[in-house]
């Protein structure tokens, strides 16, 4: 059963922008750190961001800082990732994650009690 359901990835050329959106249940988001992964073709899932159960707390990775702002909206069981100056580099699946805490979001390995299916994300030169 999915308990996480990504959308909004698509293709976009550099400098544009995309937002990913992650649905869940009300009782995941309600209780849950929620987080963005992201893995390119040959490379190992990388961290993106996570924001805390109230939203009050967020953390990036320094490859996104500046250009990806991570949100949630809770009433909506819903979580966001909206994606500025976006860069070839940026082209991977895109997954999100609910875990117990921030601690647990970015572990090594990550902690995660869910994950999505991932959503693709091409950025083109």
């Known amino acids: 059963q999915v308990q996480l359901v990504e959308s909004g990835g698509g293709l976009v050329q550099a400098g544009g922008s995309l937002r990913l959106s992650c649905a869940a249940s009300r009782i995941i988001v309600s209780t849950n750190t929620m987080g963005w992964f992201r893995q390119a073709p040959g490379k190992e899932r990388e961290f993106v961001g996570a924001?805390?159960?109230?939203?009050?707390?967020?953390l990036y990775a320094d490859s996104v800082k500046g250009r990806f702002t991570i949100s949630r909206d809770n009433a909506r069981n819903t979580v966001y990732l909206q994606m500025n100056s976006l860069k070839p580099e940026d082209t991977a699946v895109y997954y999100c994650?609910?875990?117990?805490?921030?601690?647990?979001?970015?572990?090594?390995?990550?902690?995660?009690?869910?994950w999505g299916q991932g959503t693709q994300v091409t950025v083109s030169s």
């Open positions: 994650a609910a875990a117990g805490s921030m601690a647990l979001m970015t572990s090594t390995p990550p902690r995660t009690n869910y």
């Open positions: 924001v805390s159960r109230s939203g009050g707390n967020t």
